[in-house]
């Protein structure tokens, strides 16, 4: 079995005593990001939005790679209008205006927390 490398943002919900998982996992030249979500779930979609992409990068610079590095993403929003209004604008500062992957943008009832509108995972191979 290959060997695996993990990021972890030390948040409680990573233990298993809330739920238990890492924030990313690399096995060879592919990184698993686990769904990215607001920290501090107040504001809107676009706010919470660029801090899941946040997430993201800090996740994937902890396993040496970059949002460029990204194949697949999947969007999962419980607001597709206000997604929608948004995921142009934010996309396209966090790729640096180059959408080189693959995109599913999701509509959901409910994420993992009641304030949460979106929640972003993805797949990277460096």
């Known amino acids: 079995?290959?060997?695996?490398?993990?990021?972890t943002f030390?948040?409680?919900?990573?233990?298993?005593?809330?739920?238990?998982?890492s924030q990313a996992v690399r096995v060879g030249d592919t990184i698993y990001v686990a769904g990215q979500t607001a920290?501090?779930?107040a504001g809107d979609m676009e706010a919470q939005m660029r801090e899941a992409y946040?997430?993201?990068?800090?996740?994937l610079s902890q396993l040496g790679a970059t949002m460029a590095d990204v194949v697949d993403e999947t969007l999962f929003v419980t607001d597709m209008e206000a997604a929608a209004g948004c995921a142009a604008r934010v996309r396209s500062e966090v790729y640096g205006g180059r959408f080189e992957m693959a995109?599913?943008?999701?509509?959901t009832t409910r994420l993992g927390g009641p304030d949460l509108l979106i929640e972003i995972k993805c797949v990277a191979r460096v």
Do not use: N, R, V
């Not at 030390?10 to 998982?21: C, K, S």
């Not at 946040?54 to 996740?59: D, L, T, Y």
């Not at 995109?103 to 509509?107: E, K, N, Q, V, W």
């Open 1 to 7: 079995m290959a060997q695996k490398q993990m990021a």
């Open 10 to 21: 030390e948040h409680p919900a990573e233990g298993g005593e809330i739920y238990g998982f």
């Open 39 to 41: 920290q501090d779930p």
């Open 54 to 59: 946040a997430g993201i990068e800090s996740a």
């Open 103 to 107: 995109s599913t943008l999701i509509g």
